[in-house]
């Protein structure tokens, strides 16, 4: 099959991008223009890069689009904030075929689609590797000033949203069989289709007792110790009080291995990690929040407790690039 020249690719990527109307410029000039409102802008930027974060045997390049939007949507909401738009580079292994840029085309707009976003523009690239996705994500604060990591005060409470350690089982799972995972939904598709928390961003970024947040996509031990390190305090979790989803449980029995571990390291959950003070903490739980421990005056230092006993740290506690 004849590789299409850049320009007929980016046109042929675009074809299945849902323009919106609020652009006054978009992906179609050196630089797209932005209408802005008077709300302090947000730019967050990350990658997916084939063989580090997927490889095509488990995931399709549909999957692969959707993702690579996402996270940095998780980004954005991590910070108390909405997105606007992306901005998208592609880096194409050579004889890339036209159906595969299709299908991450279509990824990339379903995902903005369900998140309100539009795709302002980017760059498309021939790559001497394998397949790479850089995004630029564009986002306005829903409240009066961001959520930083380095806001946490010593007796705040930690709340996480939704389920730990669910996407990491879900990539075991695929890496051991396609099919045994197929039973596993919910794990599978943490993994392959994360979705970021918005609606309780925007609701957290309206609480003054919120004092630090981040979301989980290193690992909760690793993402809480950067919220740790930046506010200069330390932390005690229970680990028994860490939400996992009952196929968490089953496929942990599965995988031999502890659901609670993956909990704590697995990464790629793309839950909201949350600092608030014990005053504003009352019925935070109906916004889908579970309170996991507190923030202590020993700075940097973790206690995890396990049937009420210190436990030792695990020597690995997230994902590292190098």
Known sequence: MMMLDEFSLIRLFLSEIRAKPCLPLGPSDDACVLGLPSNEVVLTTDSLVEGVHFTRD?????????????????DISAMGARPLSILISLFLPEGFDKK????????????????????????????????????????????DK?????????GDLIYVSGYL?????????????????????FLVSAFKRPSPRLALSEALSKIEGVHAMIDISDG???????????S?????IECETLPVHEQALEASRIL??????????G?????????????????????GLKKVGVITERENQIVLLREGKPIALPERTGFRHF
């Not at 200069?232 to 005690?236: D, F, L």
């Open 220 to 230: 909760f031990l690793q993402d809480l110790s950067h919220i740790l390190r930046q």
């Open 232 to 236: 200069r305090v330390g932390a005690v």
């Open 267 to 287: 990464g790629e959950d793309y839950e909201l990690l949350v600092c608030i003070a014990p005053s504003f903490a009352q019925g935070i739980e109906t916004l």
């Open 58 to 74: 488990i995931c399709s390049f549909e999957d692969v689009g959707y993702k690579a939007v996402m996270v940095n949507i998780s």
């Open 146 to 154: 961001p959520i930083l990591r380095s806001g946490a005060k010593p």
């Open 256 to 265: 031999g291995v502890d659901p609670f571990l993956e909990a704590l390291t």
């Open 100 to 143: 595969a840029l299709l299908e991450i085309a279509r990824g990339v707009s379903m995902a903005c689609e369900s998140v309100d976003c539009s795709v302002c523009g980017g760059n498309m690239s021939r790559a001497n590797g394998g397949l790479a996705i850089s995004i630029t994500a564009v986002g306005v604060l829903c409240g």
């Open 165 to 185: 350690g669910s996407s990491a089982l879900g990539l075991k799972l695929l890496l051991r069989s396609s099919n045994e995972a197929m039973r596993f939904g």
